[in-house]
């Protein structure tokens, strides 16, 4: 954004110059020209006056994060996600703990203040999904749905009002403390683990990550993929290849001939029919009904295919 309105604030000075220059008022010739180039130079300086203040607002605004100015006031020195923003070197904006992402100028979220905000319900936190610390303590909350924190896989400190209900239970967390007036909810642990053991809520064949308090996300190992992951893609090398393709083109003449006289039947009546389709000239009604019967016989020979794939090439 920064960047975006010293472009545009250069390009318009630029054309300022251009239009504002003392060439242009020596060559104004009448009272009339005169009081038109006065009006013009007006607008174009409000306008030059507009984008300035739009552009340091936007640079003292920083983001248009809403979780960040959900409720009045700014993060203060000494609450303990301040105290967090300050050690992490993370920049203020309203009630957020802000970490930029290289040379960019979006902006995460790292840290998030809304104690003492008179929030009777919190539904949707998405924005600060890379949050390390998050404060909701001292708001009015009942009924806070576990499936907020769902994929706030970095959250390390959750504090929250009382009574102490942390999200997924005390099992998801190593800390779960009384502090008088807030529930603290410290050290997230690892979904995938319980009880020091893989768990074994992802299926076969996969990989288990953890995602939020209480949640994992299953994805498939290797060549396996499909429901459940229960479906392998077969590599085959050319040498493999080279090997596997006689049998694949003899074994059905040997195992299954019916399978295969179906397919060289089915095959060479498909394009005699179309060929004497287009031959004879038929009406569109007849050459309709002659393409749904090609369509039945190449479902007949999809099935025989498969037919001899599974028993002659497996």
Not at 274 to 280: E, I, M
Request: with cysteine; glycine share 8%.
């Amino acid at each position: 954004m920064r960047s975006m309105c010293a472009y545009l604030y250069s390009s318009f000075y630029r054309t300022l110059q251009k239009t504002q220059g003392p060439t242009n008022f020596r060559k104004v010739g009448n009272p009339r020209d005169l009081k038109m180039t006065a009006r013009r130079d007006a607008v174009l300086t409000a306008m030059a006056v507009s984008l300035m203040s739009v552009c340091l607002h936007a640079g003292f605004q920083q983001t248009g994060l809403q979780e960040c100015h959900r409720c009045d006031g700014r993060l203060q020195d000494g609450s303990a996600v301040g105290n967090f923003c300050i050690a992490s070197a993370g920049l203020v904006d309203g009630r957020c703990c802000l970490r930029h992402q290289g040379d960019q100028d979006t902006a995460s979220i790292i840290g998030l203040d809304l104690s003492n905000c008179s929030l009777g319900k919190v539904e949707d936190l998405h924005e600060a999904i890379t949050a390390v610390i998050i404060d909701l303590s001292a708001n009015p909350i009942v009924n806070m749905s576990e499936s907020i924190f769902q994929g706030f896989t970095q959250l390390h400190s959750l504090r929250l009002p009382l009574p102490c209900q942390c999200p997924g239970g005390n099992e998801s967390w190593e800390t779960v403390e009384d502090l008088g007036s807030v529930c603290l909810c410290e050290g997230q642990r690892d979904a995938c683990y319980s009880g020091g053991n893989m768990s074994w809520t992802c299926p076969e064949n996969s990989l288990c990550a953890p995602y939020g308090p209480s949640f994992v996300q299953c994805s498939c190992s290797g060549d396996y993929h499909g429901y459940k992951c229960l479906r392998k893609v077969s590599t085959l090398s050319s040498s493999s290849i080279t090997k596997l393709l006689p049998g694949c083109l003899f074994k059905p003449l040997l195992i299954h001939p019916s399978s295969s006289c179906l397919i060289l039947v089915g095959i060479a009546w498909s394009l005699s029919q179309a060929a004497q389709g287009r031959k004879q000239g038929h009406t569109p009604d007849r050459m309709l009904s002659l393409h749904r019967t090609h369509i039945i016989t190449h479902l007949l020979i999809t099935d025989a295919l498969e037919t001899v794939y599974f028993t002659a090439c497996r």
